[in-house]
């Protein structure tokens, strides 16, 4: 099975810098997605982590380290706007086809 | 850009009635899901459908739930007898391919509530 852990909740400060994690136990991995929702919308795609490193979109990075079957979301120059829940997700593997998404992240930015 | 449309937006509906939501998936895309989401809680896989068939499917998805893609363009989730867990809300997706960098596209779901 597979089995992705996000703290539920974490709040900063617009202007800040804030990261996410995500911890994961999965049967075979491919990379790792992140995923904004804001209330009552449709889950949004930002970056997908195929290999280590960092990954920079502009304002969202997003890290993985297979060896530790663990990622980051990295969102920089917090803005109001950016208060979502944050979800990670992992592909499918083994010939299935189901996005698997991690238990969420309320992000909540003050001002 | 390219949209999921799903309609209706909001369906309340009687326990024990049959509900259908419908999604028009991104035209070029191949690979088509139902997730929901119970309010607070993360989003979760329902079915995935290729080539006009169920390719993997949740033990959520009973005999309760079918989907359909009656024509070119729409693609549908019928609950045949709906329980008041079922509501939640309901978002189909699309991708071009099984998820990679391209990730895949969410419509703005459908909330059914269940009375």
């Known amino acids: 099975g597979q089995s992705l852990e996000q703290p539920s909740e974490v709040t900063a400060v617009e202007g800040a810098i804030v990261q996410i994690n995500c911890t994961y136990q999965t049967s075979g991995f491919y990379g790792l997605s992140w995923y904004q929702q804001h209330d009552g919308g449709a889950p949004t795609f930002l970056s997908y982590?195929?290999?280590?490193g960092l990954e920079e979109t502009g304002r969202f990075s997003s890290f993985l380290s297979r060896s530790d079957s663990y990622g980051y979301l990295l969102l920089q120059e917090l803005q109001m706007k950016d208060s979502a829940s944050y979800f990670c997700?992992?592909?499918?593997?083994?010939?299935?086809?189901?996005?698997?998404f991690g238990t969420g992240t309320q992000l909540k930015v003050e001002l | 850009e390219p949209e999921v449309t799903q309609t209706p937006s909001h369906q309340v509906t009687q326990m024990g009635q049959e509900v259908i939501l419908r999604c028009v998936p991104i035209?070029?895309?191949?690979?088509f899901y139902w997730y929901r989401q119970i309010l607070g809680q993360k989003v979760e896989f329902l079915v995935s459908?290729?080539?006009?068939?169920?390719?993997?499917k949740s033990e959520i998805f009973d005999d309760q739930f079918s989907v359909e893609r009656p024509d070119g363009s729409n693609f549908t989730l019928k609950i045949r007898s709906t329980k008041l867990e079922d509501s939640a809300m309901y978002f189909c997706?699309?991708?071009?391919?099984?998820?990679?960098?391209?990730?895949?596209?969410f419509g703005s779901g459908t909330r059914l509530t269940v009375v």
């Open positions: 982590n195929a290999l280590d």
């Open positions: 997706a699309s991708s071009e391919q099984i998820q990679g960098a391209e990730g895949y596209t």
């Open positions: 035209s070029n895309h191949l690979y």
């Open positions: 997700a992992v592909p499918p593997t083994g010939g299935g086809n189901k996005l698997t």
């Open positions: 459908f290729y080539n006009n068939e169920i390719s993997e």
